[in-house]
């Protein structure tokens, strides 16, 4: 099994900043990509940022340049970095990971997700 568990969400006003962690744990091979998601209040699971093991970024339109994601790989860890947050950065962010657990055995997990409220 592979296990994710974020960190770092909390309340915040807009135009602030907040930083984001995922820690990786488990039977792991290999990692190749990972990616934050964002579940926001009557709206659809949608990608905010995702990277994978080669350093290739991918971010969501919405964020627009206000987000970095980067990862650490070999210690299985994952950041982002949110500046200048706004009220629809409120939502649910959940931490993805997929890659290898074993030969021929791919995995695709997920985090029970960590609550940023943006206030005004």
């Known amino acids: 099994q592979v296990q994710l568990v974020e960190s770092g969400g909390a309340l915040v006003q807009a135009g602030g900043s907040l930083r984001l962690s995922c820690a990786a744990s488990?039977?792991?091979?290999?990692?190749?990509?990972m990616g934050w998601y964002r579940q926001a209040p009557g709206k659809q699971h949608e990608l905010v940022a995702s990277?994978?093991?080669?350093?290739?970024?991918r971010y969501a339109d919405s964020i627009e340049d206000r987000f970095t994601i980067s990862g650490d790989f070999a210690r299985r860890r994952l950041y982002l970095q949110m500046n200048n947050l706004k009220l629809e950065d409120t939502g649910v962010y959940l931490c993805?990971?997929?890659?290898?657990?074993?030969?021929?055995?791919?995995?695709?997990?997920w985090g029970q997700g960590t609550q940023v409220t943006v206030s005004s």
């Open positions: 488990g039977s792991i091979l290999r990692i190749n990509t």
């Open positions: 993805n990971a997929q890659g290898r657990r074993a030969p021929g055995y791919d995995f695709n997990a």
């Open positions: 990277i994978t093991s080669g350093g290739t970024t």
